[in-house]
């Protein structure tokens, strides 16, 4: 009699998102929704621990159960095992996939100054842990070069405007705006620019500018007035929700609500923080992202008793989503923004953002790290934009071989193909090692994938039922 071959429990994933069942089956990213008692049924058959399993044996282990619905449960499995659909295999490759050669993606940390103090700022307030300072044209102008000499074939390249708060030099972020455009015509490449900005300074000058030069921008609001008063004070104390959101909600009438998001970070100070995702969703904001914090600070660090009730939070946004969506009003949460048809290529789903390989940052003193994330941290300076330029290989190749296949927490965890890996910068902060992740960041990576994963399946659902209905 034919056999359910199950090829190891960790490449097939059971969950449930607000009453929905799922099983996927990692390697292929085929997800398939269950009724409860199929739920159930399987999640018997993963329990078992067995990777080859008969008919009959299944059966004799789950007499509990109408044994004709159980006969069929088992032939539904063995039919999508057939079709690659279902307990499918993932061998070790004997090569990893490398990311494509040359630079993609340059982080110009354009001002180590902020006009605000948020409690929580993994840039100590702004300066990175060094002197306050900006960025002089000079520098931006050699981490462009940088960026267009190593990005070899590529011609899509990116440039965010970092912080600090990077409006405190706009203009050099002007001059180096018209630097790079005039050298987009030169070199025949395509740059995509943005700006991450606390809004506050965002007068209508600068909007005016930001407009004209198609930038993209990422504001920051952590949603309900408390809060943003609580976590995001001006420097001398004062309170900006009213001028942050007035700010915000100028730029994106401006730019007719496209070419931004809006971005807050949730701390142990709002773990409801579903509730400031709906705040903006009123606000009138419709592309949103709620962020976990990343510190050690335990007035404001996540622990593992939070998880439930953060695991909570995600479900209501996934059910505001949807219904937002149902109604014809959708909105983007950026965490939630998976394509089960169309991802990412395999070397980026083995490496993820590339940070150290294809994406690095540059100081205003010129010094240039693997992400923006490392900035502070001479263990991981890879050079000088003003001299020696890009060096730092043994570093550069720490970063290449930190894919999923060589992080052990990874290897066999059902979300390896969707998070990549997870952020070296936190792996390294927390566990002093790039090869292993922040094990709390991965719990609500996992949760915000299977909300995405429910997300993707119900859209789908709604799609066809409507289409039948033409």
Not at 187 to 214: R, Y
Not at 225 to 251: L, W
Not at 264 to 281: P, Q, S
Request: glycine residues 8%; proline residues 3%.
């Amino acid at each position: 009699m034919e056999e359910l071959i199950i090829n190891k429990t960790q490449n097939s994933h059971l969950f449930t998102v607000n009453g929905t069942n799922f099983i996927l089956d990692v390697p292929t990213g085929s997800l398939h929704q269950l009724d409860d008692v199929s739920y159930e049924i399987i999640g018997r058959i993963l329990a078992l621990g067995k990777e080859k399993v008969s008919s009959e044996e299944l059966k004799g282990a789950l007499t509990d159960y109408d044994q004709e619905l159980v006969a069929e449960v088992i032939d539904e499995l063995k039919e999508l095992q057939r079709q690659g659909l279902l307990f499918s295999s993932d061998e070790f490759p004997t090569e990893i996939p490398r990311l494509p050669h040359g630079l993609k993606a340059l982080c110009l940390n354009i001002a180590h100054d902020c006009n605000l103090a948020c409690h929580y700022c993994f840039a100590s307030k702004g300066n990175f842990g060094g002197e306050r300072e900006l960025m002089t044209l000079e520098v931006g102008i050699k981490a462009i070069e940088m960026l267009i000499q190593g990005s070899a074939n590529r011609r899509h390249l990116e440039v965010d405007f970092f912080g600090g708060e990077p409006l405190l030099n706009f203009d050099v972020v002007k001059d180096l705006v018209y630097y790079i455009r005039k050298r987009e015509k030169e070199t025949n490449k395509i740059f995509t620019l943005t700006v991450t900005t606390n809004a506050t300074l965002l007068d209508d000058e600068k909007i005016q500018f930001l407009n004209e030069n198609d930038i993209l921008l990422v504001l920051s609001l952590d949603g309900r007035e408390r809060i943003q008063n609580q976590m995001r004070p001006t420097r001398d104390g004062r309170p900006t929700y009213e001028k942050t959101v007035e700010r915000i909600k100028a730029v994106i009438d401006s730019r007719e609500g496209e070419g931004y998001y809006v971005r807050g970070t949730y701390t142990r100070a709002n773990m409801d923080f579903a509730a400031d995702v709906l705040h903006m969703l009123k606000l009138g904001f419709r592309h949103v992202s709620v962020e976990p914090v990343v510190t050690k600070d335990p007035k404001f660090a996540l622990k593992e008793t939070d998880m439930p009730r953060l695991f909570g939070e995600y479900e209501r946004v996934a059910k505001a989503y949807l219904d937002a969506y149902y109604s014809g009003n959708p909105f983007d949460f950026f965490h939630f923004s998976v394509d089960l048809l169309k991802g990412p290529c395999i070397a980026k789903r083995l490496s993820g953002c590339g940070a150290g390989v294809e994406y690095l940052a540059v100081t205003p003193s010129g010094d240039i790290y693997p992400c923006h994330q490392f900035v502070g941290n001479d263990n991981f300076i890879l050079g000088n934009v003003l001299n020696e330029g890009l060096n730092g290989a043994d570093i550069v190749s720490q970063f290449e071989e930190a894919h999923i296949y060589n992080k052990e927490a990874c290897r066999n965890c059902w979300a390896r193909f969707f998070c990549s890996g997870g952020c070296h910068a936190n792996a390294f902060n927390f566990n002093g090692d790039i090869l292993k992740p922040y094990s709390l960041a991965c719990e609500l990576q996992r949760k915000r994938i299977e909300c995405s994963l429910y997300i993707q399946s119900q859209i789908q659902n709604f799609e066809k039922a409507q289409e039948a209905l033409r």
